[in-house]
């Protein structure tokens, strides 16, 4: 490992080490990470958002502190910060994050700057996720790159020419509500037809329970009964590795509607890696295979040429080595408020 502290003799030109947050709705996770992508220590406490915007802020910098403590980080080593939600990241404002009720136009960068006493940039999670995975995942060593996260919501975010595209606002890349069918299923965004709602949890979800009130035969119920809880994409997903018919036609469903999708996306950015992330990625061939077929079917000529559709290398650390990212192209730009 290089000695961590040329990174604190010159914050400007020689960081090799940077510190990390990605901060969930349930978690916030904070590490520190060396430019090489490498995770040298890791801290998480849990967000409890109940307990208010201050005291969500003072763990996130409790966290950054302690792991920063542990590998011996400097005062000046910046910090990037991977947010659930629309950020501006060129004024440091979370404008609204769903699973934080309550935060809307928060000045989070000059919140957590005043905190810590260190450069801190901020991003959206998913378009972190899309950094991460470009820089040290399923995207290294190219330069263009279309991430879609699939989990109970859908994002993405996406890398053109080795930049991350922000758009007016840093609100780009905002791919689960690009609209795949007119007049498809409402979506929780309030419109319908989005990828979404087509190929999140709740959507894969809603469809299972669907053809379970029709009549149609399945070990859902058993495995419902069996465990507990919801309906939801996982169980779906084990029923379909279970060879239930059911769970397979919805589970090829949601990949067609992400094929479909994906072709769009490869003629609006010709990318060289889409990569697909979030839960879903776990139902592994029951998904992509039906993607890599919907996407064949719809890809004009030549935008098949080096693309490779495949799923996240980086898994749950996909964000939170993203936000490193941040942190290393601030600090690189040397735009950091404080530096
Ligand atoms: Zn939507």
Do not use: K
């Not at 058993?222 to 036609?249: C, F, K, N, S, Y």
């Not at 719809?298 to 098949?304: K, T, V």
Request: hydrophobic letters at 45%; aromatic letters at 4%.
């Amino acid at each position: 490992m290089e000695p961590p502290d040329s990174a604190i003799r010159n914050p400007q030109s020689a960081i090799d080490t940077v510190l990390a947050v990605d901060l969930g709705g349930t978690h916030a996770r904070a590490a520190a990470v060396t430019a090489a992508g490498r995770i040298v220590a890791r801290r998480q406490a849990p967000t409890a958002a109940d307990a208010g915007r201050d005291a969500v802020l003072d763990r996130v910098a409790g966290a950054v502190t302690e792991a920063a403590g542990a590998v011996g980080l400097g005062p000046d080593v910046p910090v990037g910060v991977a947010l659930p939600g629309a950020v501006d990241p060129v004024n440091g404002v979370l404008y609204f994050a769903p699973n934080l009720p309550g935060w809307r136009d928060v000045p989070v960068r000059d919140l957590l700057e005043g905190r810590l006493g260190r450069p801190v940039a901020l991003g959206n999670d998913l378009n972190a996720a899309a950094l991460g995975e470009w820089r040290y995942g399923a995207g290294r060593g190219t330069r263009h790159l279309v991430f879609i996260g699939v989990g109970t919501g859908v994002g993405g975010g996406v890398i053109v020419d080795g930049r991350l595209l922000l758009g007016r606002h840093g609100l780009a890349g905002e791919l689960g509500h690009a609209v795949i069918a007119l007049d498809g299923p409402p979506c929780h965004c309030g419109r319908r037809g989005c990828l979404e709602a087509h190929t999140s949890g709740w959507a894969i979800a809603r469809d299972a329970q669907r053809l379970l009130d029709a009549g149609v035969p399945s070990l859902l119920p058993d495995l419902l009964a069996e465990r507990g809880g919801e309906l939801d994409g996982p169980l779906v997903t084990l029923a379909a590795q279970r060879e239930d018919e059911l769970a397979i036609e919805v589970l090829a469903g949601a990949g067609r509607a992400l094929g479909h999708a994906a072709a769009s996306f490869a003629h609006i950015f010709n990318p060289e890696v889409i990569a697909i992330g979030g839960g879903v990625i776990a139902a592994g061939p029951l998904l992509f295979d039906p993607l890599q077929e919907a996407l064949a079917e719809r890809l004009l000529n030549g935008f098949d040429r080096d693309l490779r559709v495949v799923p996240s290398a980086l898994g749950q650390d996909a964000g939170l080595l993203g936000a490193a990212v941040l942190a290393l192209e601030n600090a690189e730009r040397g735009t950091g408020n404080m530096g």
